[in-house]
């Protein structure tokens, strides 16, 4: 084996061959052959990338893997580790994008060679796009900073020889996807695989960050972010900018400067242009004298050790000190340090930043003098942590030219209002990040803003009402001398009420009589009385055997990916236990991905679905209004022969207590449910259908009683709503 090959784990294994992992394990028990571990630990070994790969090709066992698949798996295997795999092979994406001719000309002669080649090529291009190594103290990002060192240190050729096999491959993969979609499948793959070590802003919430930074008509021209983590925020800035970027983690500075330089559409943009800095923003900021239209920047939360005792008399607190624990208020004061008169800074705050007693009279200050434009509270989902709703706060720099505006705009997204006459049956469940709408999210908040702004601007005498900005529970514009109490409270929520939940007296009134309605519906659909008889002794047969036999057919969902074509509603695991529409998105194919998108499973009319987990019984029959909709995760579907088995007959038997019991298994957190071993009895076809609807009626009286609860408690909250806030009177 060559030394410093690059290792993989019986996960990758799996993936490389197209199996499991228990078939993995089999054939290190069966094969006497089979490579032995060079790392790792004895629970989970790691083996020799190319002993395997030869292996599975003498087996006849290695399946056709996507090159993309390939090139992962040997930066995930690299013996100096992931991270410093993806800097050197942005290196060389950079060079492959920007030098084509250089890279053909380097790779042309032996990996040994290659390495040294490489090394000077790459110090070369690195020193064009970022700058010297070492910067003095009038450094090139045009800030006039001290010395600094650049984010993306020159690789030697001993460090780049153990990656020239990858480097090789990742070059191959660009050639087909582009060197930008390369570096971002590889990005995102690691990101995916560590969740825990990265703090990720989702592209969504990027691109309403950078859309509220900009400002009125006209782009933001220079845009900083001090807390640049993986660089998502100034990816998301339209149009030619100039970007500056700092963070303490040198391996996240890299990366991010790596992936901004592969970002840009022109290889030979000016260096200045770009400029990404490693340090600790706040103790030593690596931009002193720079300002810039706009400053995007999702800080860290909650750090005590932020540099309160060392930075007491920083000039950048212009609006006060900020106590040990309000770390966030620090950032807010050096957005508005680097921002020019009239420039726009977004932050992503926690909401208790809104509301802690300890960061009241600096909160106060900055509407006094007309710095803090906006508040917009963030449905819970949107970014980590992902349990609690987040704030995002828009600030405007004050200057002799800027007229501080009296007035604050309050926008809540946190919990999105649904119309009161839409059918229940259609409103989808809320909460959750696979489930976020952007688009929803991006239009409320923009709907709110954009006139504000613009009103500020031009017509500061113009009513809020009018300009547009004032929708019940959703935006409000304040007046600042109405926040300006003891506790200078400023979430959303505190001053921007839920509309009544019955929509008004008259929406009450329509609510009441769909009620009285639903109500007569279940009293004609309460089952009949039962006869007692004994048990059924019928022979049973199982959904296995029935598939066996051609019966049926079984499918698991959430294997697909959207296609970017016409989107495709998908069947959730919620959907299925609370009778609802179909309400969840496909998830779009990763970055690089090669090939045709995955196709979904897509229900037709009388397939049976039932929930994989959690050991409750539920059967749902796809109805014409839902069919088309895509299989989600966690579910299984079956699709019954309508010659031989009767779909209602066949959920209504799958939803019996004891075929439930019988036919689900107990791992340490959950409880599955093995479908093919759900019993059904061996009925003709006739006697099926009788039974079948039977259970039609217990499905309609079901739902039924569903829609009552759901009315009922619309009803009663409406009256409490109606009666407090004056709507609806007592007689």
């Known amino acids: 084996m060559p030394e410093n090959s690059t290792e993989v784990t019986a996960a990758g294994i799996a993936r490389l061959a197209g199996v499991g992992r228990a078939a993995v394990s089999n054939w290190r028990r069966r094969h006497a052959d089979f490579p032995k571990p060079v790392g790792g630990t004895e629970t989970s070994p790691s083996f020799a990338l190319p002993e395997v790969e030869q292996w599975l090709r003498d087996q006849g066992k290695l399946a056709e893997v ?12 690299h013996p100096a580790g992931a991270v410093p795999a993806l800097v050197h092979t942005g290196c060389a994406l950079l060079l492959v994008r920007d030098r084509p001719t250089a890279w053909l000309e380097i790779t042309a002669v032996s990996d040994a060679r ?220 050096h957005a508005l340090a680097h921002l020019r008169e009239g420039g726009t800074a977004v932050l992503l705050m926690p909401p208790a930043a809104a509301s802690r007693r300890s960061g009241r009279r600096i909160r106060a200050d900055l509407l006094r003098r007309g710095a803090l434009r906006a508040v917009v509270a963030l449905p819970a989902g949107a970014a980590p942590p992902y349990g609690i709703p987040l704030h995002l706060w828009v600030l405007r720099k004050p200057g002799a030219g800027v007229r501080p505006s009296p007035e604050l705009l309050l926008v809540d997204t946190a919990e999105p209002a649904e119309p009161p006459t839409a059918p229940v049956s259609s409103v989808p469940a809320s909460g959750g990040r696979d ?20 009103r500020t601007r031009s017509e500061p005498d113009v009513p809020a009402e009018a300009a547009g900005q004032h929708r019940p529970g959703v935006s409000r514009v304040v007046p600042v001398i109405e926040l300006l109490d003891d506790d200078v409270d400023l979430a959303p929520a505190r001053h921007l009420p839920s509309p009544a939940a019955g929509g008004g007296p008259g929406e009450l009134t329509r609510v ?18 039962a006869d007692v008889s004994g048990p059924a002794h019928w022979p049973l047969t199982t959904v296995g055997e029935l598939a066996r036999a051609g019966a049926l057919h079984l499918r698991t969902g959430g294997s697909g990916t959207g296609s970017g074509a016409a989107p495709v509603p998908v069947l959730t695991e919620h959907d299925v236990l609370g009778s609802t529409a179909p309400s969840g998105t496909l998830p779009t194919a990763p970055a690089g991905s090669e090939g045709p998108p995955e196709e979904p499973v897509l229900v037709e009319p009388g397939d049976v679905v039932v929930p994989v987990l959690g050991g409750g019984s539920v059967a749902r029959v796809i109805d014409e209004a839902t069919a088309g909709a895509a299989l989600g995760r966690n579910l299984q579907l079956l699709r019954p022969d309508p010659a ?50 039977r259970f039609r009626a217990l499905a309609a009286f079901e739902d039924a009683l569903r829609l009552t609860g759901r009315l009922g408690g619309q009803l009663v909250q409406g009256m ?10 007592p007689e």
Do not use: I
């Open 435 to 454: 489930r976020l709408d952007w688009q929803a999210v991006r239009s409320a908040v923009l709907d709110a803003w954009e006139p504000f702004d613009g």
């Open 644 to 693: 031989a088995v009767d779909p209602w007959f066949l959920a209504g038997f799958l939803r019996g207590t004891a075929n439930n019991r019988q036919a689900s298994s107990y791992a340490s957190t959950a409880t599955r449910l093995e479908a093919r071993r759900l019993q059904v009895p061996r009925l003709p076809l006739a006697e099926q259908q009788r039974y079948g609807e």
């Open 114 to 333: 290659m390495a040294k080649v490489l090394h000077l090529a790459l110090n070369s291009l690195l020193t064009a796009r970022f700058g010297p190594a070492t910067g003095g103290a009038e450094g090139s990002d045009g800030g006039g900073g001290t010395g600094y060192e650049r984010a993306v240190h020159t690789p030697t050729a001993d460090e780049l020889l153990p990656s020239v096999p990858l480097l090789r491959a990742a070059a191959e993969l660009a050639a087909g996807t582009g060197a930008r979609q390369a570096f971002e499948f590889l990005l995102g793959r690691q990101f995916a695989a560590n969740p825990r070590q990265f703090t990720l802003t989702p592209p969504g919430l990027a691109e309403l960050m950078a859309a509220l930074g900009r400002t009125g008509d006209r782009p933001a021209r220079t845009v900083l972010d001090p807390a640049t983590g993986t660089g998502a925020l100034l990816c998301a800035v339209s149009g030619p900018a100039a970007l500056y970027a700092q963070d303490a983690d040198p391996d996240l500075a890299a990366l991010s400067a790596l992936r901004l330089a592969l970002h840009s559409d022109t290889a030979d943009r000016n260096p200045t242009a770009l400029a990404v800095r490693t340090g600790d923003t706040l103790r030593a900021d690596a931009f002193p004298q720079l300002t810039v239209d706009a400053v995007l920047c999702h800080p860290p939360f909650n750090e005590r050790n932020w540099g309160h005792d060392e930075l007491a008399y920083d000039p950048r607190w212009e609006y006060g000190l900020p106590a040990r624990t309000e770390s966030e208020l620090a950032w807010v004061q």
């Open 512 to 529: 009441r009589d769909r009620l009285t309605e639903t109500l007569r519906l279940t009293a004609t659909l309460t089952p009949p009385p």
């Open 720 to 729: 409490y709503d109606g009666l407090t806030d004056g709507t609806v009177t």
């Open 66 to 77: 996507p090159l993309r698949e390939r090139v992962w798996q040997q930066l995930a295997g």
